[in-house]
């Protein structure tokens, strides 16, 4: 599985930006697209994933009612809106993805495939 990500960029706190993950998947059901995050010196961290089938989303807290992930599974690709942007959201976001059943589609450790990333810079 390939996942290549775009749409990274500088922005000021309070603008938005929208990222792009283009995947190779073959099938639509049974797995998690997400996007993480990794800042300066911090752990990567989960900031929402969605299950290809039916579109069940997750979000971490922090993000929780200004990003938004999405789906187009026609044209493989998932799609993090980020709204009210904050300096704290600066970081390389990546796109990862797996087979399965996930308990906790946040957490780093079932992700088997990732991308490259891309990166976010936000600005007061």
């Known amino acids: 599985v390939q996942l290549v990500e775009s749409g990274g960029g500088s922005m000021q706190a309070g603008g938005s930006l929208s990222l792009s993950c283009k995947h190779s998947?073959?099938?639509?059901?049974?797995?998690?697209i997400a996007w993480f995050r990794q800042g300066s010196g911090k752990e990567r961290e989960g900031v929402a994933a969605?299950?290809?089938?039916?579109?069940?989303?997750y979000y971490d807290d922090s993000v929780t009612g200004r990003f938004t992930i999405s789906q187009d599974n026609a044209k493989k690709t998932t799609y993090l809106q980020m709204d009210h942007l904050r300096t704290e959201d600066t970081a390389m976001y990546y796109c990862?993805?797996?087979?399965?059943?996930?308990?906790?589609?946040?957490?780093?450790?079932?992700?088997?495939?990732w991308g490259q990333g891309t990166q976010v810079t936000v600005s007061s």
């Open positions: 990862a993805a797996t087979e399965g059943w996930l308990v906790r589609p946040l957490e780093r450790g079932p992700y088997h495939y």
């Open positions: 998947i073959s099938r639509n059901f049974g797995w998690y």
């Open positions: 969605i299950v290809t089938l039916g579109g069940t989303t």
